[in-house]
């Protein structure tokens, strides 16, 4: 299984962005697809995840109300919609799968089987 990560970039304070992540090889269509970010000198950490048939997306408090998660219609693409970015949210973003069409612990990482390589949002003031 690969995972694609691609969309991150550098935008001004308030701006947005739009994160993709495709899945190929061996895969499971209605898995749970997750966003983490992780930045210079923090623990990884979760934003959102979907869940397999895109019914039901969580979010971290932080990110409620100005980021979106959805799935494509193959459900082996995930996006992440970002609006009105703050410099806090300057990270390396990840995506992750697991073949689960849902659980419970959706935000923790160890739950995922299967990382992107992640892409690089910058927010600057």
């Known amino acids: 299984v690969q995972l694609q990560a691609s969309g991150g970039g550098l935008v001004q304070a308030g701006g947005s962005l739009r994160l993709s992540c495709a899945a190929s090889?061996?895969?499971?269509?209605?898995?749970?697809m997750g966003w983490f970010r992780q930045a210079p000198g923090k623990e990884r950490e979760f934003v959102a995840a979907i869940s397999g048939s895109g019914g039901s997306a969580y979010y971290a408090d932080f990110v409620k109300g100005r980021f979106t998660i959805s799935r494509g219609d193959a459900k082996k693409t995930v996006y992440l919609q970002m609006n009105s970015l703050k410099p806090e949210d300057t990270a390396v973003y990840y995506c992750a799968l697991d073949f689960r069409s849902y659980f419970s612990t959706y935000y923790a990482a160890r739950e995922y089987d299967y990382w992107g390589q992640g892409t690089q949002v910058t927010v600057s003031s």
């Open positions: 090889g061996r895969t499971f269509s209605r898995g749970v």
